[in-house]
């Protein structure tokens, strides 16, 4: 199927680490992608990883990529109570004319402060 | 380039009447993307577009819904007619297929169906 999993909700202190799971379909997506959606917007890149990559750091955001499972996180190092919003992972079915993104569930995390 | 435009940011409209969504993709993007958000069902790819073109119009719910994109610059979703079910936030988004194929998003349209 064309389903890509996360998990609903997540809650954190603030300065805590946030991790985000998720689990995609297809095994042959070039790239890997996390997309922000804050309160009111459309989404936003935040960061992806290219497929031949175990990890990805950027400032406070680290990606892991678990091919043979087909899991990917986004660690959120000392979160801050700016980082509350909805994370998506996406994936790219591709092939031929086909580009098609496709989004998890999202999942929101909430920061306290 | 101002971005993906979509109008109008809301819509409060009466079931059974014809629903109309506007897009305006980034310059120079080959892909448009229509999707569906609701608190229930999460983010939906309702169809996309290569080139004018519908590529995979698989994720529209049913004939109610039709989407057309009539030059490089401008898409519709039209939604006829509206029932209440069909309330919910509608993005457009477009991209090229080349390098990070990073997907830009419109602000979406907050549709109501009373």
């Known amino acids: 199927g064309e389903d890509v999993e996360q998990s609903l909700f997540l809650s954190v202190r603030e300065g805590d680490s946030s991790v985000i799971n998720c689990t995609y379909t297809d095994s042959s997506s070039t790239y890997l992608y996390w997309y922000k959606q804050e309160p009111g917007a459309g989404l936003q890149l935040l960061t992806y990883?290219?497929?031949?990559?175990d990890m990805k750091q950027d400032q406070r955001l680290t990606v892991l990529l678990n091919k043979k499972d087909k899991h990917l996180s986004l660690r959120i190092a000392d979160t801050q109570t700016g980082d509350s919003a909805i994370y998506f992972c996406?994936?790219?079915?591709?092939?031929?004319?086909?580009?098609?993104?496709?989004f998890g569930t999202g999942t929101l995390l909430a920061v306290q402060p | 380039d101002a971005g993906v435009i979509q109008s109008p940011r809301h819509e409060v409209t009466e079931m059974g009447q014809e629903v109309t969504l506007r897009c305006k993709p980034i310059s120079g993007h080959d892909y448009l993307f229509w999707y569906r958000q609701t608190m229930m069902r999460g983010l939906e790819l309702l169809i996309y577009f290569n080139n004018n073109v519908p590529i995979d119009d698989s994720g529209m719910p049913e004939d109610r819904f039709s989407a057309k994109m009539p030059n490089a610059s401008f898409s519709t979703l039209k939604i006829q007619p509206s029932e209440p079910r069909d309330s919910a936030v509608y993005f457009c988004?477009?991209?090229?297929?080349?390098?990070?194929?990073?997907?830009?998003f419109g602000q979406g349209t907050r549709l109501t169906v009373v």
């Open positions: 996406a994936e790219i079915l591709s092939g031929g004319a086909t580009n098609k993104l496709i």
């Open positions: 990883i290219f497929s031949n990559m």
């Open positions: 988004a477009s991209n090229r297929r080349e390098g990070v194929a990073e997907a830009f």
